[in-house]
């Protein structure tokens, strides 16, 4: 078709445009890209698995029964290697329950410690009754020692716990919120080993279900008696010594049972705040915290 003559008589010779050099992509191209995003996701959560099961994990504490030492709502990392890594408890998917806890003998496998666990640390472990749920309490005997509690003082192998000195009472109203408030004795322990905290004896409580409403005096569990631990086993306390379920209640703590040593305090979160008082609720001069 030959070129139309223009307006001023002369043939329009303009050459149509190019077409754009950008071609779609092709459909194998994406499919190779989508795969690579997958694969890069698999490989990330798998390394964090890897961690979290061997190196470092974080734990939140849902309880009070290490109190004052730990809170109900501080988030922890937790040291998974110093005790000696283990292989996991559960093959499934994560973050779920679908999976199983029966794992071959060749599956179970355990590496080597850095150190043993030490009386008077902190430790978080399998508990007991239920190795699904993780526990964490303080140690304050091992294999071969002997535990006596003798009027709320705790003996081991026939010694004070440590030089124990009484600093204050103060009211507990979060214990068992809107139902009983405590009074609370706040007790400084200078233990072996360099170890200092703090434990807590209930002195009085005031119950908001029963009338007459009044202080009496609480009678908790006093006394223990005397009890030797096992070899390859450990006798747990929390700090809150009258509200703490522990080696009193469900017994010793097998070293397999043994899963890591927390480290520092990453976040602490008080629940009894309105969630849209964030900032109020975060408690900041816990972050960074050292536990010991």
Not at 93 to 116: K, M
Not at 223 to 237: A, E, R
Request: glycine share 6%; hydrophobic share 35%.
């Amino acid at each position: 078709m030959k070129p139309k003559p223009s307006k001023s008589g002369k043939r329009d010779t303009k050459k149509p445009r190019p077409t754009s050099s950008r071609s779609k992509p092709k459909p194998n191209a994406v499919k190779h890209k989508t795969s690579d995003t997958i694969r890069a996701l698999l490989i990330a959560l798998f390394a964090a698995l890897v961690l979290r099961q061997f190196v470092i994990a974080s734990y939140n504490v849902p309880t009070g029964s290490m109190k004052d030492t730990i809170l109900v709502g501080d988030f922890m990392f937790v040291n998974k290697f110093i005790y000696g890594a283990r292989s996991p408890l559960f093959l499934g998917i994560p973050f779920t329950d679908i999976g199983t806890d029966t794992l071959p003998s060749w599956l179970r496998f355990q590496l080597p410690a850095i150190t043993e666990p030490k009386e008077r640390e902190i430790i978080v472990f399998d508990y007991p009754l239920d190795r699904k749920v993780d526990y964490i309490k303080r140690c304050v005997a091992v294999g071969g020692q002997t535990v006596e509690v003798k009027n709320d003082l705790l003996f081991v192998n026939g010694q004070p716990e440590g030089k124990v000195t009484q600093t204050h009472v103060d009211t507990d109203p979060y214990e068992m919120p809107n139902e009983v408030d405590y009074k609370v004795q706040y007790t400084d322990v200078d233990a072996p080993h360099g170890k200092h905290y703090t434990i807590r004896h209930f002195t009085e409580y005031y119950d908001r279900r029963r009338y007459p409403r009044k202080w009496m005096e609480f009678r908790g569990n006093d006394n223990f008696p005397l009890i030797h631990v096992p070899k390859n086993s450990y006798f747990m306390m929390g700090d809150n010594r009258d509200n703490s379920a522990d080696s009193r209640q469900w017994g010793f703590v097998r070293r397999d049972h043994v899963g890591g040593k927390p480290l520092m305090i990453w976040l602490s979160v008080n629940w009894h705040v309105k969630a849209h008082q964030f900032y109020e609720a975060v408690r900041w001069n816990r972050l960074g915290k050292v536990i010991q």
